[in-house]
Nanobody, 128 residues
């Protein structure tokens, strides 16, 4: 079983920064593609950022616009999302997820259904 625990959410002003962390317990973390998703009330869960297990370059949703950076430390079984220039629209619950089945043939999954394990989420609230 793979377990994921997020931390680092909170209340931040527009233009501010937050750093989210996800600690993963799993036998082959280095072979999991890791992703960050977010979900606002009444909205669908949407992809934010991904870090391929292969070490290929990370990838992002279009709305990120260079503001966020995903990184992983395979030695520590952690994945981090650094968020800068936060906007009101970034307010959501943020979830860490692991793809353990390599569902996407390109190795760059963006769909929630491609991810097998999820954390409980951490709330990010951006206010003016």
């Amino acid at each position: 079983q793979v377990q994921l625990v997020e931390s680092g959410g909170g209340l931040v002003q527009v233009g501010g920064s937050l750093r989210l962390s996800c600690r993963v317990s799993g036998p082959t973390f280095s072979r999991y593609t890791m992703g960050w998703f977010r979900q606002a009330p009444g909205k669908e869960r949407e992809f934010v950022a991904g870090a391929p297990w292969s070490g290929a370059s990370p990838y992002y949703a279009n709305f990120v616009k260079g503001r966020f950076t995903i990184s992983r430390d395979n030695a520590e079984n952690t994945v981090t999302l650094e968020m800068n220039s936060l906007e009101l629209q970034d307010t959501a619950g943020y979830f860490c997820a692991a793809d353990t089945y390599y569902s996407d043939i390109l190795g760059r999954p963006r769909r929630p259904v491609d991810y097998d394990y999820w954390g409980q989420g951490t709330q990010v609230t951006v206010a003016s």
